[in-house]
T-cell receptor
Framework: DGGITQSPKYLFRKEGQNVTLSCEQN?????MYWYRQDPGQGLRLIYY???????QKGDIAEGYSVSREKKESFPLTVTSAQKNPTAFYLC???????????FGQGTRLTVV | GQQLNQSPQSMFIQEGEDVSMNCTSS?????WLWYKQEPGEGPVLLIA?????ELTSNGRLTAQFGITRKDSFLNISASIPSDVGIYFC?????????????FGKGTRLHILP
């Protein structure tokens, strides 16, 4: 089945540790996105990639890093520089930058 | 940058009532999208609109691409408990179809028993 998969669904980390969230898609989409969602809030764009080996900062990129070495994969690293990392993280992909995006099921990260 | 103003921010309605929400911008959009997010899940695409004036239905949901290209609305008829969630509008702005889509802040729908 084609789709976009985020793993794990829940993730716990100690403060000060880096953590990497996985996002894989087999839809042959060029564009991929990472969003952060806080309780009762909307979606805030962290990073996006319009094509493999290229990515751009979104509105809240500080404390995060990404890579796009393969078309299918767009992992997000939450670094220790991110001051408030506990949140719900959503990955999405689209055929192209301006096309409708399809979302994964999200990863809820809790830093203790 | 371009922004989408989505309203209302939240709604409390009785089961069986109709619902209407909208999204506006000061800029024109090429595409309007409506998503629904249930608690703990990723948003799911409900309706996509591609032309000014387009009216599209998906079951009890109806959405329209405003004729000015600066707004869109979503209506839900005869609401049921499973309609609860956050509804996001999104759009692809401007004249360049390579520009990424942007999202509104969402409308939270609550249904009273």
């Amino acid at each position: 089945d084609g789709g976009i998969t985020q793993s794990p669904k829940y993730l716990f980390r100690k403060e000060g540790q880096n953590v990497t969230l996985s996002c894989e898609q087999n839809l042959n989409h060029d564009a991929m996105y990472w969003y952060r969602q806080d309780p009762g809030q909307g979606l805030r764009l962290i990073y996006y990639s319009q094509i493999v080996n290229d990515f751009q900062k979104g509105d809240i990129a500080e404390g995060y890093s990404v890579s796009r070495e393969k078309k299918e994969s767009f992992p997000l690293t939450v670094t220790s520089a991110q001051k408030n990392p506990t949140a719900f993280y959503l990955c999405a992909s689209a055929l192209a930058a301006g096309s409708e995006a399809f979302f994964g099921q999200g990863t809820r990260l809790t830093v203790v | 940058g371009q922004q989408l103003n989505q309203s209302p921010q939240s709604m409390f309605i009785q089961e069986g009532e109709d619902v209407s929400m909208n999204c506006t911008s000061s800029s024109i959009f090429n595409t309007w999208l409506w998503y629904k997010q249930e608690p703990g899940e990723g948003p799911v695409l409900l309706i996509a609109l591609y032309k000014a004036g387009e009216l599209t239905s998906n079951g009890r949901l109806t959405a329209q691409f405003g004729i000015t290209r600066k707004d869109s609305f979503l209506n839900i008829s005869a609401s049921i408990p499973s309609d609860v969630g956050i509804y996001f509008c999104a759009g692809q702005p401007g004249m360049n179809r390579d520009d990424k889509i942007i999202f509104g802040k969402g409308t939270r729908l609550h249904i009273l028993p």
